[in-house]
Each structure stands twice: as C-alpha cells, then as structure tokens.
C-alpha cells in the first residue's frame, strides 16, 4: 500500500456508536501476507471497558430484549443472516487481509457458516426448551415445578486471531438467540471484520446489546475476566491463556467457557482408501496453513501402507500452491507473523534433532509479490514418534507428523496420549468398525474419513487441555443459560402440609 492511501481507522463500538478510545492510542493492523499496513483500530484501556460494560448491563436491564417471544428472536437471528451474506464480499477481504486466510477458504466456508449459524439458531430458539414443565409428583404434597433457562447476562466474548468471524458466529450468536448482551474483544492481530461487522448488526439490534472493545490481551481480556459486572466469559485461544483466564474469572466465579488447542489424530487403517487419504489429510492440516485448532497434525499410519501414503502425501504437497491469499489461486497463505514462521521452523529443527525425518518442505518458502510475508512450504515429517515435541506441542503451522503403528490398539493409545482432545479422525472403509473406534477416542468432534468437518448445527469443543463448553447447535444455548427451578404449592391448609410438622411439632 502506498503511504498516500489512507488507513482506516477502527474505534470501538459502544451502545450502538462508534466510540474514540479514551487512551487516544489505535493498534497497528497489518497484512500477514506482505507485512503492510492495513488499518488501525482502537488501544482500549479499561475505562473503555467499563462503559461497554455499563451499556451492556442497562440494555440487559431492558426487559424489553432478554424477554423477547423466541419467534420475534428467531427473525433477528435470521436478519442477522442477510446481512451477513449481503456484506460478504467486503467482511471477506478484511477478513483475508488482516488474518491471512485465503479467500476461497473465507467466501467457501467461513462466511456461508457465519451466516448459517445464526440461521440455525433462529430455528433452534423456537424449540429450545426456556420452560419446561416436570411430572407432577403428589408427595408429599401435590406441587407443580418448572424448569427455566434464563439468560446469564452480560458476556464478554474474547476470540482468536485466526479465524476471527468464523469464532464470532460461534459466540456471539448463541449469546444473542438466549437473551444477553455482549461484549466482544476480537484478537487484536485481527480485529477489522469484527468491528465493521458490528457496526453492520448495530443497525438491527437494540442499543448496547452487543458492543466491540478492541485492545490488548493483557489489558482488556483480562480485565474483563476481573470485572465486577461481567457474569460470563466465554474464551477461544490458547491453552495457556485460557488457564490464565480461568483462574483470573475464579475471583467472581464468573461461568467460564474455554475453546482451546488441539494436536488432531488421524488413524488410517490398513483397507483406507490411500487417494483420499493423502488429500484429506494434507486438506486437514494445510487448511489455513495449519493455524486451526481442529487440524489433523499427527497421522497415525498403518506399517502395511505407511511407504505408499507418504510417497502420494510428498507428491501432493509440492503441489499446494503459496500465495497471496487475496487470490482465488492460492492454496495456502502466510504464517500470522515472521516470528510465528520462525517459531514453526524451530520445531521441524526440533524434529529432525530427535530423530525425525523431513520428507519434504520444512523451510521458509519465498512467493513473488509477497516478499513481507512469512511462508512455511508445506511439510511432512516421517519417522516421529509420539514423546517428540512435535508430536506433543502445537505448533500453528503447515506441519504433518506422520507416527507408524502396527496394532488399532497401539493406534488408540498413541491418539489419546495427549493433553488434547479437540479434534481426531479415522480413515477406513469399514465404517461400522471405525464408530467402535471413535468410541475409544478422547475428542469432542470425530471425523471418520474426511477432516474439518464443522457442521453449525452441532457441537463443537474440547476434551482435556483443549478446553469445555460448546459451541455450535441447540447444544451452545446451554452454555448461555442460567437455569432456575419453580415450584409452587397448592395445600394451602397449614394442617394438611406432611413437612411443616417436622418443625412445627403443635402441628403433629
Ligand atoms: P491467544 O491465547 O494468544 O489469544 C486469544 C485471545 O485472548 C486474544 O483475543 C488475546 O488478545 C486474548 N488474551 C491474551 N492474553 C489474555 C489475558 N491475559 N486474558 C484474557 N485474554 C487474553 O491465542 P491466539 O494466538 O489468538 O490464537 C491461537 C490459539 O487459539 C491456538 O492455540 C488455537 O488452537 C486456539 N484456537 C482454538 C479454537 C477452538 O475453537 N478450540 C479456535 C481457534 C483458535
């Protein structure tokens, strides 16, 4: 970008206005893929924090919203919708040029399933259960009690950098379709799309009812998790952040949930289709260049076609094509930040220094054009075994460790010998015998020959270190609920009442 085009400058977004932040300080946004940069959006302190809190709590204050008939919620949530599809192109590329996802991937998947979140919950909020009626049970006395599920609050909602809209859709929308109010503090590598996209929903949604404070991790993440006035947090990132916040939101016993790491298994067993395997295992992990939590980072290969599926695994990944993830051409685009690229060739150094073998890639690859930016060639990694550290850590990046084993026992025990249990995957004809696997592995989605398979209808979230609580379908409602039981008595004849006389003994 020439230094005459101007940046675009993001400030917060509170009670439905764009709002300066009172530091007067705005963040550098860049461009991954050229290190440009993009736009500057707001340095929020934790005064600006306060008052985003402060307009949340009077909207949730407004019976008006959390009280809203589930029908009338269900047109917001599908209003919502189009405008998500009817500003897609311009949410896609600030998604692209601040995150470094391609835009086949934005305009092919996260886009269609930002909007199909919120189309699924504006049918799901019409039959989820906000009352239920239990059995009426005549002992001691007849009473009738009923089960409500109430909104929590005012949730403050902090996402990742990596997939930002994709991790609003998954927050934001449950959090609106059960009656709270919001606010949100978007990565503040990536904060754009989140921002104009609530500057878009502002136009629907009564005042304060969902509010965008950018800033630093440190300061505002964690000041949310401190803060006196916010009864929810709901967290994707980072296994060590979410420790942190969790023990920080401990102090109010605030509800926490946390979408955290992952190191995805993939088992591929002996009658596996080896064609789809190597294109839906490298799909699994060079998607967004393997900076997603649910990739299939470790493939777990039968002895009987290990050669034969990482000769057709080598081939295909020299084909991928790096580039600028602004065109429809590109494959795969760049590392989040030169230092994170390092970080990720350090762990192929540490593979190959305990014994691993690089098959193909494990450098820095050059793409014309995009000079500033951080590229990884598309590596594979052979002869590793499960107690590496490229076996044990995340590592963020375009990486595939392939592990042999000889027995589905041994595959079971390798697969969940991890402190992750996000994402893992079985490749086999027998599909019958593969549910029976799936039985025995720890992770909360299970992908049976294929990967990524996030549909926003079901749930979706961790096992172990990879976190708790889910998201996606009826099931992320719960997770935004506080629920409360209503009984009432009918004998309202003090004799005839079976447990007041066990205190009451003048009534024995
Ligand atoms: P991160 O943990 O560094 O940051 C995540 C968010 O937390 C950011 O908004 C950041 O500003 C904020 N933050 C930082 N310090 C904080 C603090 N002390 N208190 C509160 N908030 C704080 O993670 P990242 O680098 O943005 O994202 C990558 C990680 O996210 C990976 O580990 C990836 O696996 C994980 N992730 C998980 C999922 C999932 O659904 N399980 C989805 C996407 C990404």
Not at 268 to 277: I, K, N, R, S
Not at 282 to 306: F, P
């Amino acid at each position: 970008m020439s230094e005459s085009q101007s940046i675009t400058r993001y400030p917060h977004i509170i009670n439905g206005e764009k709002r300066e932040p009172g530091s007067g300080k705005y963040i550098p946004v860049f461009n991954p893929a050229t290190n440009e940069l993009i736009a500057e959006a707001a340095q929020g302190t934790p005064e600006d924090l306060d008052i985003a809190v402060h307009a949340a709590r009077e909207a949730f204050n407004c019976k008006a919203w959390c009280n809203m008939p589930a029908t009338e919620r269900s047109r917001l949530l599908y209003a919502i919708a189009n405008t998500v599809m009817a500003n897609a192109q311009e949410l896609a590329q600030l998604e692209v040029s601040a995150s470094g996802g391609t835009i086949s991937r934005v305009m092919g998947m996260d886009i269609p399933a930002l909007a199909d979140m919120f189309m699924v919950l504006a049918e799901e909020v019409k039959r989820f259960p906000f009352v239920d009626n239990l059995p009426a049970r005549p002992l001691p006395e007849p009473t009738h009690t009923q089960v409500w599920r109430e909104p929590v609050g005012v949730c403050a909602l902090i996402t990742a950098w990596n997939v930002p809209l994709l991790l609003f859709a998954l927050k934001v929308a449950p959090a609106l379709a059960t009656g709270n109010t919001v606010v949100i503090k978007p990565s503040e590598l990536t904060p754009t799309s989140t921002l104009r996209l609530v500057e878009l929903l502002c136009e629907l949604l009564p005042k304060g009812v969902l509010n965008v404070v950018n800033g630093r991790g440190e300061v505002i993440g964690d000041a949310m998790c401190r803060h006196p006035d916010i009864d929810k947090i709901s967290f994707t990132g980072s296994t060590r952040v979410g420790k942190q916040v969790q023990q920080v939101a401990a102090q109010s016993l605030k509800r926490v949930s946390v979408e955290l790491g992952g190191k995805g298994p993939g088992i591929v067993l002996p009658d596996a289709d080896l064609e789809l395997v190597a294109y839906g295992a490298l799909y699994g992990v060079y998607l967004n260049g393997g900076q997603a939590c649910e990739s299939g980072t470790r493939l777990l290969v039968h002895d009987s076609i290990h050669d034969e599926l990482v000769a057709k695994l080598a081939a295909l990944s020299t084909q991928i094509v790096l580039g600028d993830p602004a065109s429809p051409a590109t494959g795969m685009g760049p590392m989040s930040s030169a230092a994170h690229g390092e970080k990720v060739l350090e762990y192929v150094n540490s593979a190959v220094e305990e014994g691993a073998t690089v098959l193909c890639g494990g450098a820095r690859a050059e793409v014309p054009g995009c000079e500033g930016g951080y590229f990884v060639e598309p590596t594979v990694l052979t002869e590793v075994h499960n107690g590496m550290k490229v076996a044990r850590e995340e590592i963020f990046g375009p990486v595939l460790c392939v592990i042999k084993f000889s027995t589905e026992e041994e595959a079971i025990a390798i697969a969940n010998d991890t402190d992750y249990g996000l994402s893992a995957g079985i490749w086999t004809a027998d599909v019958v015998g593969a549910q029976q696997l799936a039985r025995q592995l720890q992770a909360g989605s299970i992908w049976i020959n294929d990967w990524h398979m996030i549909r926003m209808d079901a749930p979706f979230g961790g096992f172990k270190q990879s976190g708790y609580g889910r998201e996606g379908g009826m099931e992320s409602l719960h997770h935004y609920v506080e629920v409360k039981s209503v009984s009432t008595a009918f004998e309202r004849n003090v004799r005839k009442k079976p447990l007041h006389r066990l205190v009451h003994k003048l009534l024995a």
